[in-house]
């Protein structure tokens, strides 16, 4: 049987957990995760995983920071005042916005503080500065 390797399409079922064994992320058979790997489409860990699987093999892998989503930045995270968020918006903590860097490029920030008159915005990826463990199955190999 052939194993996964740089270039294949593959198609895989997982869950995601972080280490307290909180679920944060996971597919079903109906909708299975395609991606060819070495296209950087997922996260490095996780493609790495995939490498030299064979289809039907099912692993848990434990995933760090580095190779997932990152280490926690806290220069990401800034305190402006409430005035800069868009007349429209009804801010909460825990919502998510668009924003752009200076070079107009689009971004995600998460509210995680509020007053009356600032908010903390923080750039961060939810999944930032955590290690995440993933039981994965091979389904596919294109």
């Given at each position: ?16 957990k972080?280490e307290?064994?909180?679920?944060f992320?996971?597919?079903s058979?109906?909708?299975l ?8 489409k997922?996260i490095?860990g ?7 699987m064979?289809?039907?093999?099912k ?12 280490p926690y930045n806290?220069e990401a995270?800034?305190?402006t005042s409430r005035?800069?968020?868009p ?8 919502q ?8 107009g ?5 998460t509210?995680?503080q509020l007053t009356?008159?600032?908010?903390t915005l923080?750039g ?14 091979l389904?596919?190999?294109?």
């Amino acid at each position: 049987m052939s194993k996964a390797k740089q270039g294949d399409t593959v198609k895989v079922m997982y869950t995601g957990k972080l280490e307290d064994g909180t679920v944060f992320d996971k597919n079903s058979e109906e909708n299975l995760l395609e991606f060819t790997i070495g296209q950087n489409k997922v996260i490095p860990g996780f493609e790495q995983a995939i490498v030299d699987m064979e289809v039907g093999e099912k692993k848990n892998v434990k995933i760090g920071s580095d190779n997932a989503y990152g280490p926690y930045n806290k220069e990401a995270v800034i305190e402006t005042s409430r005035s800069v968020l868009p007349e429209n918006i009804d801010p909460k903590v825990g919502q998510r916005l668009q924003a752009q860097d200076k070079g107009g490029n689009p971004f995600v920030v998460t509210i995680t503080q509020l007053t009356d008159n600032s908010v903390t915005l923080d750039g961060n990826h939810p999944l930032a500065g955590k290690d995440l463990d993933f039981e994965i199955a091979l389904k596919e190999i294109a």
